[in-house]
């Protein structure tokens, strides 16, 4: 993340505004390409790109500091990062609630929720009180089971993993 997205995201962060409306304001970013299209155009002006979020704001019903936030990303040309601000936002809420975000990668036909409530339950019984959020990556490289990346620790229960680890222990062994 870029330094302007991470101060911006403190400052959204300090406003303690409601996350699901900054959530929804990411959803409606994400799902209109000509809204972000019209945010990235250099030929429009940042007025132009200021009144339209603001009308944005209103019709959606947003909380008004939310819509001034928008709005002066506008005014000082950093509507186009409102995404990454927003994603940068997400990572401190959690960050402050106490989350630990992580991927977990899974190989082939496994089913990746019955996957994530076990890494979830893992990490948990490891990290006292902790709460989990993970997102699935299909990884087919790892032949079975799962790894997690997360908090800055890796759980590996690949098969893959443990095909590397008793490997080791019998190189090791000579």
Known sequence: MRE???SNA????ELDLPSQQIT??????RSSKELMTFLK???????????????????????????????RCCVVEIADQIPDIIACYQ????????????????????DPEKLME??????TRRVSGAKV????????????GYLVRAGGVEY??????????LLNRINNRR
């Open 118 to 123: 076990q890494a979830t339950a893992d990490i």
């Open 156 to 165: 590996d229960k690949s098969f893959s993993g443990q095909l590397n680890r």
């Open 24 to 29: 929804d304001v990411l959803t409606m970013l």
């Open 133 to 144: 959020k993970l997102k699935a990556v299909k990884d087919d490289s790892l032949l079975g």
């Open 4 to 6: 302007c997205s991470i």
């Open 41 to 71: 155009d250099p030929v429009i002006t940042a007025h132009q790109k200021e009144h339209v979020m603001e009308r944005i704001g209103q019709k959606a019903g947003l909380d008004p500091r939310l819509v001034n936030f928008l709005r």
């Open 10 to 13: 403190k400052a959204l962060l």
């Open 91 to 110: 990572q401190l809420l959690d960050q402050k609630n106490g989350i630990i975000n992580g991927t977990l990668y899974y190989a082939g036909d496994s």
